[in-house]
């Protein structure tokens, strides 16, 4: 792949202060031609997840049974049992409102938005609507200045340059990724965003008023904890963080896959936006080839830790590429 030259601070073993800047187009689009060319079978596993309902349901109503089921518990549980298990199951649903904006639980794409809706019910905060409007344009314009909000801002670059900052910006990562399109590119909220805003903020009262704060504290720990120094939370990192200059998106081939909607394989993914992620798996196993020379990771508390201990890597170590400019 075509890159602007390495930069010498790299070289000489010192974080980097500008992104990596890429003068071609992003690798996914021509590799789905590739694929497709050569294996038309991988268009049938395109469509939804039958079961997609089911894992959210499930998964919403055990968090919330645990939520009011700690309503007279001790913080010192609810912060243990929130870190080692309910951490797991918002992060799932985070994850499961990434493939319902990719419309892959149902066909027709509102019953995707309203169960997108539903699953944000134990994340405590509404923005299920809000991120499938960002998301929507990683995908479009992955790495295209001023368009992908997927990449830190120059200010979080500026200010996360040693291994204790970024520690700090790890443990707060999921502020940063939920507050960065807000301020860098803002939309004007539609209807669909107050009536995510409405029923999330009506279900927290609910809890609230039957079951006492400590059930709302558990929620929002849970998710705050599972998007910050968390195993799961790797894979903000794993995804699309430069730790090989020749290569943009990074796959995880992890056991964790089983619990984050097999969002691990991501070249797959972003090659496939259209397959669900329980099926992600058989593109690689479809053509291999496309796939294993590609440097991957198989664990995500691995690239956590090298990110924050080593010197070279950082926010700026991301590609970038300038927006095409219309005729």
């Not at 029923?199 to 927290?204: H, M, R, S, T």
């Not at 691995?302 to 080593?310: A, E, F, W």
């Amino acid at each position: 792949m075509a890159r602007g030259e390495m930069r010498e601070e790299e070289d000489e073993g010192v974080m980097a202060t500008d992104f990596f800047w890429s003068y071609t187009d992003e690798p996914h689009a021509s590799r789905r031609r590739q694929i497709l060319s050569h294996y038309p079978q991988v268009k049938d596993l395109f469509g939804p997840d039958p079961w997609a309902f089911l894992k959210v349901t499930v998964v919403v109503l055990l968090q919330l049974w645990t939520a009011t089921s700690l309503h007279n518990a001790g913080w010192l549980k609810i912060l243990v049992i929130a870190y080692f298990f309910g951490s797991f199951l918002n992060h799932n649903l985070f994850l499961a409102i990434h493939e319902l904006s990719h419309n892959l639980a149902f066909s027709t794409p509102v019953y995707n938005r309203w169960l997108g809706i539903f699953a944000n019910f134990p994340i405590g905060v509404p923005m299920s609507v809000t991120f499938q409007k960002y998301h929507l344009e990683h995908h479009l314009f992955q790495g295209v200045d001023g368009m992908d909000m997927d990449i830190p801002s120059h200010t979080e670059a500026n200010l996360v340059t040693n291994v204790v900052t970024k520690a700090i910006w790890v443990l707060f990562q999921l502020f940063f990724y939920a507050l960065r399109p807000l301020f860098l590119k803002p939309k004007p909220p539609g209807v669909w965003e107050f009536i995510n805003f409405a029923v999330q903020i009506g279900l927290d009262t609910a809890m609230v008023y039957f079951w006492g704060w400590k059930t709302f504290a558990y929620l929002i720990l849970s998710t705050f904890v599972g998007g910050g120094l968390h195993p799961m939370a790797g894979h903000f990192i794993s995804e699309h963080y430069v730790f090989k200059p020749e290569q943009e998106t990074y796959s995880y081939y992890g056991p964790l896959n089983l619990l984050t909607w097999s969002v691990g394989y991501h070249n797959e993914h972003h090659d496939f936006p259209r397959i669900p992620g329980n099926k992600l798996h058989k593109v690689r196993k479809i053509a291999p080839e496309y796939y294993e020379g590609l440097e991957s990771y198989d664990s995500w508390s691995q690239v956590i830790y090298t990110y924050i201990m080593d010197r070279t890597v950082g926010p700026y170590s991301r590609v970038k590429r300038k927006a095409k400019k219309s005729d």
